[in-house]
């Protein structure tokens, strides 16, 4: 199994990116999905999660009407659209995948991505 980010990078407050995260290995229409960040010197945190069958999200308060977990089941990927970006966004994400689960802690989580950098600057 292979989750790899793609998207990254630098951008000012208030700006957006879309991160994607390509799959091998493990099939997104079956999986819970699910992107986590983690900011220096921080725990990792729940950010978003997409259920299969039905395609139901939640996301973290924090990221509520900026952020939209979505997924393309026929390419095997998973999105991140961030907009709106703010200083304390800064962080590695990751994505993951779980077999069962809520998909709200990462202890659920068979696999993960090695993380992208997001920066946003004020």
């Known amino acids: 199994v292979q989750l790899v980010e793609f998207g990254g990078g630098s951008v000012q407050t208030g700006g957006s990116l879309r991160l994607s995260c390509a799959g091998s290995?493990?099939?997104?229409?079956?999986?819970?999905m699910g992107w986590f960040l983690q900011a220096p010197e921080k725990e990792r945190e729940f950010v978003a999660v997409?259920?299969?069958?039905?395609?139901?999200?939640v996301h973290a308060d924090s990221v509520k009407g900026r952020f939209t977990i979505s997924k393309d089941n026929a390419e095997n990927t998973l999105y991140l659209q961030m907009n709106n970006l703010k200083p304390e966004d800064t962080a590695v994400y990751y994505c993951?995948?779980?077999?069962?689960?809520?998909?709200?802690?990462?202890?659920?989580?068979?696999?993960w991505g090695q993380g992208i950098q997001v920066t946003v600057s004020s």
């Open positions: 290995g493990v099939t997104f229409s079956t999986y819970v």
């Open positions: 997409i259920h299969p069958f039905g395609d139901a999200t």
């Open positions: 993951a995948a779980a077999a069962v689960g809520s998909g709200l802690s990462q202890d659920e989580y068979d696999y």
